[in-house]
C-alpha cells in the first residue's frame, strides 16, 4: 500500500463485522496528494481497503460532510472495495451517519 501505513490492533468486534480475509488495519498517509486517513481496513491477497475510518475527538460530529470527505480521500487509496464502509467515530455522539458505521468512545471501551 503506498504513502505510510501505521499498523494498529484490530478494531472492536462489538460493533460490526468486517468480514472475512481482513489483513491489516492501521493509518494510511501520502503526501501526493496530501491525505490522512485515521482508519484503514485491508482484505485478501490484493490488500483492497474493506473500511475506512475517521475519529473525531469532539463530543458530538455531524457526519453527512465527514462521510463525504471521506470518500474524496479513499480515491486515493492503491485499492479500494467497491462496497467499501465508511466509519465515523466520536466521543459521544454520531449524527446524521447516512449509511456510514457510527462509533463512540463508549462502543469501544464499554463494548
Known sequence: MGGGVSPAHPPHGGRG????????????????PPVELDCVALAG???????VGEAKWARRVSAGGLVRALQRKAETLPSLER?????????EEVIDARGALAITAADIFDG
Open 17 to 32: 463485522d468486517l468480514g472475512e480475509g481482513v489483513v491489516a488495519v492501521g493509518a494510511f498517509w501520502t503526501d501526493r
Open 45 to 51: 491477497r490484493g490488500r483492497a481497503a474493506r473500511l
Open 83 to 91: 462496497d467499501a464502509r465508511y466509519v465515523i467515530a466520536a466521543r
